[in-house]
């Protein structure tokens, strides 16, 4: 049996302030979105993926992928966002099977009213503590986590 790799101080500490930030950061996000657009952080994320994708179009496997959701999940929100006219759903013209998700002309310009307060959230949140050199460290810390927490999916892109 393999003997457990117990956390010395040190990483025992950065543990905590990393769980912290994990826990505390999804609601700040989410409080300045719901206030200012009626949106929520994943609501944003979908509408945001989409809005960078070639014709505004992925497939449904695809917006998973890049919101790192289940399908479940996303099929729920693009449901609640449907509704909302932001996207619109149809199927693909290059494989029958699959569905497309499609931000609408309204999911655009939803998009576009929340990101300048949302940016701002994570610019004033997250980015401003931070010198360049330590941007720098969190983008490689990040890239390691995710490299083994998530090693068959494609990494974030700017």
Avoid at 16 to 35: C, N, Y
Avoid at 96 to 105: F, G
Avoid at 121 to 132: E, G, M, T
Wanted: hydrophobic share 40%.
């Amino acid at each position: 049996m393999e003997e457990t790799p117990w956390l010395d101080d040190e990483q025992l500490r950065a543990w905590k302030r990393f769980v912290a930030v994990v826990e505390q950061l999804p609601g700040i996000l989410d409080s300045q979105l719901q206030q200012d657009s009626d949106l929520s952080h994943f609501e944003y994320y979908v509408l945001a993926m989409l809005s960078e994708a070639p014709g505004r179009t992925l497939r449904m496997t695809a917006l998973a992928e890049r919101t790192n959701a289940t399908l479940p999940r996303l099929s729920h929100v693009v449901a609640r966002l449907e509704k909302r006219g932001y996207i619109e759903r149809e199927r693909s013209a290059e494989d029958k099977r699959a569905t497309n998700a499609v931000l609408t002309d309204a999911g655009w310009q939803k998009t576009v009213a929340a990101a300048p307060g949302h940016v701002r959230a994570v610019h004033d949140h997250v980015i401003a503590p931070l010198s360049r050199e330590q941007i720098a460290q969190l983008d490689a810390i990040a890239t390691a986590i995710l490299g083994r927490i998530a090693p068959d999916r494609p990494l974030p892109e700017a």
